[in-house]
């Protein structure tokens, strides 16, 4: 049906930059509304950002200011601009989209990726 695989993360010192990708593909007919999620060790999955099919953006409210999430319509491909790291931003970062499935009836469906590991530190 569809996958989405997320790439970009990895080890970067406090104040740092990362750039996470997350690249949709598969039977798809329309992707709706990307998200991007985040899970910290022992504390439950959080949504980070989310952007419509119109570009209308939502941030948590404590990330507003340093994380930019975009997507690319014609590559099915969604990202996440994370500046100013900073240690409470580790984290397995996962990708969501809710789509239109080629040759399946109803929907949208729900998916998720397998996740990034982002960690800060010195």
């Known amino acids: 049906q569809v996958q989405l695989v997320e790439s970009g993360g990895g080890l970067v010192q406090p104040g740092g930059s990362l750039r996470l990708s997350c690249a949709a593909s598969?039977?798809?007919?329309?992707?709706?509304?990307m998200a991007w999620y985040r899970q910290a060790p022992g504390k439950q999955r959080e949504l980070v950002a989310s952007i419509t099919n119109g570009g209308v953006t939502n941030y948590a409210d404590s990330l507003k200011g340093r994380f930019t999430i975009s997507r690319d319509n014609p590559k099915n491909t969604m990202y996440l601009q994370m500046n100013s790291l900073k240690p409470e931003d580790t984290a397995v970062y996962y990708c969501n989209a809710q789509c239109m499935v080629i040759g399946v009836p109803s929907g949208p469906y729900t998916y998720w990726g397998q996740g990034t590991q982002v960690t800060v530190s010195s």
């Open positions: 598969g039977n798809i007919f329309r992707i709706y509304t």
